[in-house]
């Protein structure tokens, strides 16, 4: 968990503070009082520190001091003030503070938390920057950095495009209008044939034109338009608005494919992503399995302590196959049952893996309400099948559950695989 240093003398605005963050899980708050504590805690806890909000007037030190020594160890800072004054506000960013935030209630350090949220979930966004102004790039990327963002340059839209395909996790894309070989407007169409707004977020930034070149950046398919020269402030809600609005649909379409009950993915999102991953392992000749699993005493536990233990061993489980095969494709099937897609495994390892999973399983009792439940299962693992495209995965799956049907008659707690072509001959 990251750490983060809270430094506040008041000690009203230090208990808000401290009831705000306990709302949180994302980070663990290092308090201090003094530029003096500060220090004691840095030197205890050093690079582990991933960011500081702090007061800007301390008892010993007054004068901002508190927010030289943080940035001079480049930490991250959000400043905390009890008045507005926009020459100080200017001073600070021109130093390289995160933001700076006035005092003026509960909203104002509950922004603050949300900020340093942001700037943990900033690690993961990947962003390019598009500009022919070298200048003006290294001012745009040196801002998100500040932000904490993995960004990325291009000189042009043709370079752009280039490094989007060798980097297909980029989540935004910045771009300026006019640049040689492709200006920013043609950059947008070019790439909006094959990005939706939901899956690379495009915003457009100049100083020169009016608000024609806005509306047309956004009818092109831009996100947003942002014109030179930026409101810190203002620059970093727009693009903050944007990442959040993406991330906000990418839960709705993780909620649609997840399991309500174990929150492993469900069984319409595996026969989806299933069928894609083993048609593209059948392109590359790469070996895949795919098992099924069955909890062989699920009824009886169902039977002895109730629906509402069902349900937490279920959930259990899940979560210990989600967790231990978190490498392959997991999901609910219906009732008591699983899938794993195995890419990469013959059904040998694939057999094998399952049946390791299997003892673990059975050796860590699930716990309902001070009861200790043993949990064992039987599985069907298919690797073999004729036919090709999606008949070829459905048989795979087919056959999976005739090799578990076979383990299921044969008395359970076993896992069987698809026999060895050399034992038929």
């Known amino acids: 968990m990251k750490k983060v240093l809270i430094v506040e003398d008041s000690s009203m605005v230090m208990r808000v503070i401290k009831h705000v963050v306990k709302q949180t899980s994302l980070f663990q708050p290092l308090y ?45 800072t959000i400043v ?35 900020l340093v949220h942001r700037l943990i979930k ?20 040196g801002m998100m950095k500040l932000h904490r963002y993995q960004v990325l340059e291009a000189k042009d ?9 060798d980097n297909p996790s980029i989540k935004m894309l910045i771009t300026d209008y006019n640049m040689p070989r492709m200006d920013g407007f043609e950059l ?56 959040e609005q993406v991330e906000m649909i990418e839960q709705i379409r993780d909620a649609a494919r997840r399991d309500y009950y174990t929150g492993v993915y469900n069984r319409y999102y595996f026969f989806e992503k299933g069928l894609q991953d083993w048609l593209a392992a059948q392109e590359k000749n790469t070996p895949a399995a795919l098992a099924v699993i069955d909890l062989d005493n699920f009824k009886y536990v169902n039977e002895t302590f109730g629906n509402e233990a069902g349900d937490a061993v279920m959930q259990q489980v ?15 099937a ?31 009792p699930a716990v309902w309400d001070g009861h200790k439940i043993a949990v064992r299962f039987s599985a069907g693992v298919a690797s073999r099948v004729e036919k090709t495209g999606e008949d070829g995965f459905d048989e795979l799956v087919n056959n999976a559950y005739q090799c578990l049907h076979r383990a299921k008659d044969a008395g359970g707690d076993m896992i069987i695989g698809d026999e060895d072509p050399a034992d038929e001959e």
């Open 188 to 243: 947008v169409q070019n790439l909006r044939v094959k990005y939706v707004k939901s899956e690379l977020v495009i915003v457009g930034i100049s100083s020169e034109g009016d608000g024609h070149l806005t509306a047309r950046f956004i009818k092109a398919g831009a996100n947003d338009f942002i014109k030179k020269p930026f409101n810190h402030e203002e620059f970093f809600c727009r693009i903050t608005h944007n990442v």
């Open 80 to 114: 905390l003030t009890g008045s507005f004054d926009s020459a100080r506000r200017e001073s600070l960013l021109a130093k390289g503070i995160v933001d700076y935030v006035t005092k003026e209630g509960r909203f104002s350090y509950l922004y603050a938390c949300n």
């Open 32 to 76: 201090a009082e003094t530029l003096a504590e500060a220090k004691a805690v840095i030197a205890e806890h050093g690079s582990d520190i991933f960011a500081a909000m702090v007061d800007l007037s301390l008892p010993d030190a007054p004068n901002g001091e508190i927010v030289d020594y943080t940035l001079s160890l480049k930490i991250p």
């Open 157 to 165: 839209g043709v370079e752009a495009i280039k490094v989007l395909l």
């Open 334 to 364: 219906d009732g008591q049952e699983f899938y794993v897609l195995l890419v990469g495994l013959s059904n040998e390892k694939a057999c094998a893996l399952i049946e390791r999973m299997g003892q673990l399983i059975s050796s860590e």
């Open 318 to 332: 899940a979560q210990r196959l989600d967790h231990t095969l978190d490498r392959f494709l997991v999901a609910r």
């Open 122 to 141: 900033n690690e993961s966004v990947q962003v390019l920057v598009v500009d022919d102004s070298l200048t003006s790039r290294k001012i745009i990327v």
